[in-house]
């Protein structure tokens, strides 16, 4: 088993009609073809964050019973990225109709109202229940765009053609994944949280394992091979992004939102529960 613990299928009632809108809106930005730039993924972005905190949500039972098991893992992510692939859709329509409207700025002001709305309501939800903490999960931030930071600025020095190539999406992937990273271990070393990806529990046992455990705790090592991967990641796409750049960025759009996805719902979870 490769996948984390209490994945669930919703019932066939909420299930097809989620598919098939599934399946409308994948056409509809097939038949489009809408232009996919850094902006574009940028606009992604509060759709990545957006699904994990709706998944938060569901694990405290706080969205209504009737529409719940639309939000739990792993479909919650399918269900974000329907609305979101809609949303596109539409504001690519939008822009046809009135150029000076931006596609990107559409899509990214609708995810971001959304992120922000869904947020604050998880962050009520910790307040009234009383157990709103959120030192922990602002340091595991911090250290993530810290390392991120020193990350990008060795690549722009070391491999400064993949770093223009790349772009802000490069950063994203980094950054993703360098968030899940520190927030796994502080969790992990910090707050006595369990983890349920079997890949990740060899990494961490790998690190108690190592003489450094002692001194330095046993979860550096996860963080480093979580930044260690993108990098490498968006190293290997430097060519793929020259020659198909449309293609290779909706790839590292989905590759960061498999880190960032992770992290946000770590650093919201520590903090609310």
């Known amino acids: ?19 098939c809108a599934f399946a409308v809106a994948l056409a509809l930005v097939w038949v489009t073809a809408p232009p996919v730039t850094d902006l574009t993924v940028l ?13 938060v949500l569901y694990q405290v039972a706080a969205i209504p019973d009737a529409i719940a098991p639309l939000f739990g893992a792993p479909v919650v992510y399918v269900t ?11 504001g690519r329509a939008l822009e046809r109709a009135r150029p000076e409207l931006s596609a990107e700025v559409v899509l990214g002001v609708v995810g971001a109202g959304c992120f922000v709305a869904a947020a604050g309501y998880a962050l009520e939800t910790g307040r009234e229940t009383g ?5 922990w999960p602002a340091l595991s931030v911090v250290l993530a765009a810290a390392l991120t930071a020193a990350a990008w600025l060795g690549t722009r020095r070391w491999a400064s053609e993949t770093a223009t190539l790349v772009g ?16 796994t271990a502080v969790g992990y070393s910090v707050l006595e ?10 990494i961490l046992a790998a690190g108690e394992a190592l003489p450094t455990a002692e001194y330095i705790g046993a979860s550096w090592l996860f963080v480093a091979v979580k930044v260690a991967l993108a990098l490498a990641v968006v190293g290997l796409f430097r060519e793929y992004v ?12 989905f590759i960061a939102a498999v880190g ?3 992290g946000v719902h770590n650093v919201l979870l520590f903090t609310i529960a």
């Not at 949280?193 to 060899?202: G, M, Y």
């Open 1 to 19: 088993m490769v996948l984390p613990e209490g994945f669930a299928v919703p019932p066939l009632e909420l299930l097809v009609p989620l598919l």
């Open 43 to 55: 606009s992604f972005t509060p759709w990545m964050m957006l699904g994990s905190t709706l998944y």
């Open 80 to 90: 974000t990225a329907t609305v979101a692939g809609l949303v596109w859709v539409a």
């Open 131 to 135: 157990t709103l903490e959120a030192f």
């Open 168 to 183: 802000t999406t490069g950063v994203l992937v980094v950054f993703g994944h360098a968030l899940d990273g520190v927030s």
């Open 193 to 202: 949280a369990s983890e349920n990806v079997p890949a990740s529990r060899l």
């Open 242 to 253: 020259r020659d198909a750049p449309r293609q290779a960025r909706l790839l590292l759009a």
């Open 260 to 262: 960032l996805g992770p």
